[in-house]
T-cell receptor, first 110, second 111 residues
Framework: NAGVTQTPKFQVLKTGQSMTLQCAQD?????MYWYRQDPGMGLRLIYY???????DKGEVPNGYNVSRLNKREFSLRLESAAPSQTSVYFC?????????FGDGTRLSIL | SQQGEEDPQALSIQEGENATMNCSYK?????LQWYRQNSGRGLVHLIL?????REKHSGRLRVTLDTSKKSSSLLITASRAADTASYFC???????????FGKGTLLTVNP
């Protein structure tokens, strides 16, 4: 019962470095999502993929890119990390509703 | 922008007491959901209520929805220390895919 798996769990980057966060789901879900969670802000949608082969911007897409590699995998890339991108990143998947979440990647950018 | 706003931001109660959290939202919805997040973990879905429903139960959880007031409440009865977590409401607006989350209520249940 893996569900949604995110790697890595923790990462520290220097400003300007690039990084890809990985997400995989084994529930045969069509839709996948990337959120960021900041203290006191709840979750904000960065990008989502309604189905394999499609991606769309969410509320806070600037500074990020995504790839829906196949039905199982949805990656999030930071091309040039900035301190403002320090956050906890969550991946989720669903067939319509509800959404199922991974345990997050805690990312610090110095 | 946050669609849902939970109230209160934090709630501390004793084991066995009931906990009530409220959520207000701004636009029309298809459904409203409640999620729980334990410290250091991802969100876990608790319950979904559709816009044409007024009340829904699941175990010790009771959710109400008032679309005329654009508000919902989550009641946890006979709370346990294990219920200590943050609780978030989420609305879907006009999209079948995108959810908008509130900032959450941190519930602490003291043994």
């Amino acid at each position: 019962n893996a569900g949604v798996t995110q790697t890595p769990k923790f990462q520290v980057l220097k400003t300007g470095q690039s990084m890809t966060l990985q997400c995989a789901q084994d529930m045969n879900h069509n839709s996948m999502y990337w959120y960021r969670q900041d203290p006191g802000m709840g979750l904000r949608l960065i990008y989502y993929s309604a189905s394999e082969g499609t991606t769309d911007k969410g509320e806070v897409p600037n500074g990020y890119n995504v790839s829906r590699l196949n039905k199982r995998e949805f990656s999030l890339r930071l091309e040039s990390a900035a301190p403002s991108q320090t956050s906890v990143y969550f991946c989720a998947s669903s067939n319509n509703q509800p959404q199922h979440f991974g345990d997050g990647t805690r990312l610090s950018i110095l | 922008s946050q669609q849902g706003e939970e109230d209160p931001q934090a709630l501390s109660i004793q084991e066995g007491e009931n906990a009530t959290m409220n959520c207000s939202y701004k636009t029309s919805i298809n459904n409203l959901q409640w999620y729980r997040q334990n410290s250091g973990r991802g969100l876990v879905h608790l319950i979904l209520i559709r816009s044409n429903e007024r009340e829904k139960h699941s175990g010790r959880l009771r959710v109400t929805l008032d679309t005329s007031k654009k508000s919902s409440s989550l009641l946890i009865t006979a709370s346990r220390a294990a219920d200590t977590a943050s609780y978030f409401c989420a609305t879907d607006g006009s999209s079948n895919y995108k959810l908008t989350f509130g900032k959450g209520t941190l519930l602490t249940v003291n043994p």
